[in-house]
Structure formats: structure tokens, C-alpha cells
């Protein structure tokens, strides 16, 4: 590891191809993820920032440029790098207690260590009495909780997480912020949290990195020096978001007037 | 409102009877429901009958029916002749040969159907000789399997095979093929990151109900093809019960051979589907 910096991108570029046209969903992209901080990636939808954390993921590969994980060159998904997808993305034919066992890492230990570990991060996520139900009969906030504890249960040294909480209602969905702070608090893993709500942005994250859209790069990167847990009422609160509400329409505005995928 | 919905709901706990009576009796409902329209065909038939349009021999009254039925499961009166007492005799040979022909059919097209729905090499060799086989109706293979394996159970469990391969290939290729990409990445990132790996884990798991789905359509099917090839290539089983009682101009007993098949074909439907939510616990 160098200088606690636990992912890491540099000159990054992704080019898809559509049949004959070019889209261009990432340019020029550098980023370094510190060791155990909290890092949000903001941006209207399309620039991008999804791109990003697959390429981190290890699910999409770089056009040009290099991405790392704890220094070493990203060339697949990996155990160190777990996943929370938008859709909860558990496996249907487990119940909770199995879908927390199902990483590669949980399985390979023995009963009593493992059945531990699931019993941990289910009563971490708020889940201990769960372990039985199967995901269709669990709702969308307590599937996303089960995700994150399967991500947590195998180890990951680093949570990527895709929108989350963006299919839940507004309810559930702040609960689920409070919670994953008071995890992050606790456990203190590298999160990278992809998200186009400012909001949410302001209330968790340490940094908070802006993304423009066409082609997708990051335009500012705003550090959150906000003790937490944040009130999302406290006008120190308020004075961020509208700084950052007026940087992400700049940004908007200028990926809107720009030429769209033009870039090379 | 609150007090109001307190006493009907304490009214309707006193009514409502224990749990597992409660199910007997939705399940006697189910049946009852089912029976409806077996019940209404049973009545206009017999109307139809009474008015004799038809000599009774062409078109029997359902007593006569029931009773030469009856006399096939028991061998009481002797009515159904030499199939008198002999039902079980026939269903044991038609039911082999669909288990045989099924195992061998559902088998293989699952195989196939996976390994196609899993490799582009191999759908673009198989997938067009599959299609092209597919319209052929399994009839029409008849006269070749029976030169080929002679009369016998052979080219019966042949037939069946075929009938049963298709739709099982079809559904378990479109299982594997549509499997949520992003279940596939949450079971690489959680480590399962080899091709076996990911099959084992993920994919098999998410294309079980297509392929169960495509299992269910085939034994329907192999029950098709059963009676077809023992009217032709075989001398047991309920099609040969069929043609051989046309042979001999007895309506009552072709019915009763096609009953038969109806309800053991229906009942083999039933039990795969016991085993498939056995198995596919999560889905039900």
C-alpha cells in the first residue's frame, strides 16, 4: 500500500462502442481513494460515475489508463473490492443467512467461524432475526441491508456502492444512511458511494468528488470537514449543499451545452 | 372505526376453523372446482347418448363406460374382455417407457440447452441443426425408427426421447442464456470469478426454473408420444389399447384408454412439480 491510498485511477478513459458510434463515458479521469475514508461520487446521470465504479470493480476494463487496488493493477473483480449494485442483486435461491455466507471467503471457513461471522453482520445491519426469510420476502431496504452485510461478511477491504439507495422511499432510504455511517464508523473500510442526490452526498461522504457529464470526468473534488453524524438541519449543513447544488448545475449546464461525444 | 374492526375481527376468530382443516377443506374446494367441467362434459355426453343418434355401440352411455373402466382396474364383470383386469398391465408399460424416454430426452436436452446457452462456439455448430430438426413432427420419424429398431420398446423410447429433447432444449437454453448479468457479477465479486465457478454458482441455480419449466412441457409431450408409438411400433401400453380396441369397434374402451392417459399424464405433471418445489424451495 502507498502513502494510504487504497484505490487508486489515473488518466482513465472509456470508450464504448454502440454498433458504429462512440461513446466516450469517461475522460481524463484521476482519482486516488484514501485508506478508510468515505468518498461520494456525484454526478447527474450519464456521467459517467457508474462507469467508474465498475472499472474500480474490476467489471469493465480501461480503453487507456490505469486503475489499482492497494497498488496492484485492477484486471478483474476481486474479493478486496466488495459490491452493493443498485438492485440488491442477492441470489434468490438463498435465504439471507446463505446469501451472507455465499463469498468465496466465508465459505472456506469452518462452521462455527462462519455461522459467527453471519450472526455478526446480520445483527449489524439489523437483521439477526432474518436469517431464515428468503429475499423475495424481505423489503427493498432490508434486501440492500443484506447486501451490504454480504459485502462486509467476505471481507471486502473496500465497499462499492452503486446507488444503493436509490430505488428506496425517501424514509427508509435516510434510515439506511444513518446506518451505513454508523458503519463506516465502526469499521472504518474505504467506501465509494456513486450517488446523483446532493443530499446524501453531504450527509455521509468525507469527500465528495463532482462529476460532469459528455464526457464523464471529475471536475472538483470537495472535502466534507463535518463532524458525524451530520444534522442535515444545521446551517453549516445547508451552506454545503447549496455550494454544491450550485457547482453540480454549473456542471449540468455545461455538459448540456457542450458538444455531446464529441471528445477525440 | 377502531372498535368496530376490533369486533368483526374477534367475530371472525371464533368462526374461522384450525389451520389445517382450514386447508382440507380449500383443498376439497380446489378438487371441486377442477371436477366442474369433467362433471358437465360427463352429463352432455350422456344426454347425447340418450338421444341415439348413434347405434350404443359407436357412442356408449357413461355408465357403460364407467363400467367397462372399472372392469379394466378390477376384472369384476369381465366387460372390458381381454383387457378385463388388465389397466395396470398397460399403464406399467406405457409409464417405462415415458420414464426411459424422458430420462434419456430431458437429459440430454438439458445438456445441450446448457452448453449452448453457455458457449457462442457451440451454439453457432448446434442451435441451426437443432432448428432444423425441430418441425420434423415425431410422427413423421416413425417409419425410419421402426425400420431401424424394429417393433419393440426401442424405437418407442427413441420417439419419446425426441419428443421430450426439444422443449427442454429450448427452455434450458434460454435459462442460461438470460441469466441477470448482474447476479453474475455479485458471485465474481464475491470470488467465483472461474467460468465452472460462476456456472456452478450462479447460473445453473438462476436457469433451474426454465429447465424445470422445459422438463414439464416434455413429459407432457412424451405422454403424446407414447400413445402414438404404441399404436405403431409396440404391443402394450394405453395407445396400443386404443388402436386395438378400434380394431375391434369398442368405443367404450378407446375412451377408457384415453382417460387413462389423460389422468396418469396428469398425475406425472402433478408429481414433477412436487419435485420441483422441493427443489426450488425459494420460489414457493
Given at each position: 500500500m502507498t502513502d494510504g491510498i487504497k484505490l487508486s485511477c489515473e488518466a482513465v478513459r472509456k470508450v464504448f462502442m454502440l454498433g458504429t458510434e462512440r461513446t466516450v463515458a469517461l475522460d481524463e479521469t484521476t482519482l486516488d481513494v484514501y485508506d478508510g475514508e468515505f468518498l461520494c461520487l456525484l454526478g447527474p446521470s450519464g456521467c459517467g460515475k457508474t462507469t467508474l465504479l465498475n472499472l474500480f470493480a474490476g467489471f469493465e476494463r480501461p480503453t487507456s489508463g490505469v486503475l489499482r487496488s492497494n497498488g496492484g493493477v485492477i484486471d478483474g473483480p476481486g474479493m478486496d473490492r466488495g459490491v452493493v449494485f443498485q438492485e440488491h442483486a442477492l441470489f434468490p435461491w438463498l435465504n439471507v443467512h446463505d446469501n451472507v455466507a455465499s463469498g468465496k471467503r466465508v465459505r472456506g471457513k469452518p462452521e462455527a467461524e462462519r455461522s459467527a461471522a453471519v450472526k455478526h453482520y446480520l445483527t449489524m445491519v439489523g437483521l439477526a432475526e432474518f436469517g431464515k426469510h428468503y429475499p423475495r420476502q424481505l423489503s427493498g431496504g432490508m434486501r440492500q441491508r443484506v447486501a451490504i452485510a454480504r459485502g462486509l461478511a467476505n471481507e471486502a477491504e473496500v465497499l462499492l456502492m452503486d446507488e444503493p439507495f436509490a430505488a428506496l422511499?425517501?424514509?427508509?432510504?435516510?434510515?439506511?444512511?444513518?446506518?451505513?455511517?454508523?458503519?463506516?464508523?465502526?469499521?472504518?473500510?474505504?467506501?465509494?458511494?456513486?450517488?446523483?442526490?446532493?443530499?446524501?452526498?453531504?450527509?455521509?461522504?468525507?469527500?465528495?468528488?463532482?462529476?460532469?457529464?459528455?464526457?464523464?470526468?471529475?471536475?472538483?473534488?470537495?472535502?466534507?470537514?463535518?463532524?458525524?453524524?451530520?444534522?442535515i438541519n444545521s446551517p453549516e449543513f445547508n451552506a454545503i449543499e447549496k455550494r454544491l447544488r450550485d457547482l453540480v448545475f454549473s456542471a449540468h449546464q455545461s455538459g448540456v451545452l457542450g458538444v455531446t461525444g464529441s471528445a477525440a | 372505526m377502531g372498535p368496530d374492526t376490533m369486533v368483526g375481527s374477534r367475530v371472525k376468530q371464533a368462526i374461522v376453523p384450525a389451520p389445517r382443516v382450514w386447508a382440507a377443506v380449500r383443498r376439497l374446494t380446489t378438487l371441486g372446482w377442477a371436477l366442474l367441467l369433467p362433471l358437465a362434459a360427463a352429463v352432455i355426453w350422456q344426454t347425447v347418448a340418450s338421444l341415439e343418434l348413434l347405434p350404443a355401440m359407436l357412442f356408449p352411455s357413461v355408465g357403460t363406460i364407467a363400467a367397462t373402466s372399472f372392469d379394466t382396474l378390477t376384472g369384476y364383470s369381465g366387460a372390458a374382455e381381454w383387457y378385463s383386469g388388465q389397466w395396470y398391465v398397460h399403464a406399467l408399460a406405457s409409464t417405462k417407457r415415458v420414464l426411459l424416454g424422458f430420462a434419456i430426452g430431458g437429459a440430454l436436452g438439458a445438456i445441450a440447452g446448457i452448453a449452448v446457452g453457455m458457449f457462442e462456439r457451440m451454439e453457432k455448430i448446434v442451435d441451426p441443426s437443432v432448428q432444423m430438426l425441430r418441425p420434423i413432427p415425431v410422427v413423421a420419424w416413425i417409419p425410419l425408427a421402426v425400420a431401424w429398431f424394429g417393433i419393440g420398446n426401442p424405437p418407442a423410447i427413441f420417439l419419446i426421447a425426441l419428443g421430450t429433447f426439444f422443449p427442454t432444449y429450448l427452455n434450458a437454453r434460454h435459462g442460461v442464456r438470460y441469466v441477470d448479468p448482474v447476479l453474475v457479477r455479485a458471485a465474481q465479486m464475491l470470488g467465483y470469478t472461474s467460468g465452472w465457478?460462476?456456472?456452478?454458482?450462479?447460473?445453473?441455480?438462476?436457469?433451474?426454473?426454465?429447465?424445470?419449466?422445459?422438463?414439464?412441457?416434455?413429459?407432457?409431450?412424451?405422454?403424446?408420444?407414447?400413445?402414438?408409438?404404441?399404436?405403431?411400433?409396440?404391443?402394450?401400453?394405453?395407445?396400443?389399447?386404443?388402436?386395438?380396441?378400434?380394431?375391434?369397434?369398442?368405443?367404450?374402451?378407446?375412451?377408457?384408454?384415453?382417460?387413462?392417459?389423460?389422468?396418469?399424464?396428469?398425475?406425472?405433471?402433478?408429481?414433477?412439480?412436487?419435485?420441483?418445489?422441493?427443489?426450488?424451495?425459494?420460489?414457493?
Open positions: 422511499d425517501a424514509m427508509t432510504r435516510s434510515v439506511l444512511q444513518v446506518e451505513l455511517v454508523r458503519i463506516w464508523d465502526e469499521m472504518r473500510k474505504t467506501i465509494v458511494f456513486v450517488t446523483h442526490n446532493i443530499e446524501e452526498a453531504v450527509f455521509m461522504a468525507d469527500r465528495i468528488a463532482i462529476m460532469t457529464a459528455r464526457p464523464g470526468r471529475i471536475q472538483e473534488i470537495i472535502p466534507i470537514d463535518l463532524p458525524k453524524p451530520r444534522d | 465457478e460462476k456456472f456452478r454458482f450462479v447460473i445453473l441455480w438462476s436457469a433451474l426454473p426454465n429447465i424445470f419449466t422445459g422438463l414439464r412441457i416434455g413429459l407432457g409431450i412424451a405422454w403424446i408420444c407414447v400413445a402414438t408409438a404404441e399404436m405403431l411400433a409396440v404391443k402394450s401400453g394405453f395407445g396400443y389399447m386404443l388402436w386395438d380396441s378400434y380394431n375391434f369397434l369398442r368405443i367404450d374402451l378407446i375412451i377408457t384408454g384415453m382417460i387413462s392417459i389423460a389422468l396418469v399424464g396428469f398425475l406425472s405433471d402433478q408429481l414433477m412439480l412436487l419435485v420441483q418445489r422441493a427443489i426450488m424451495a425459494w420460489d414457493k
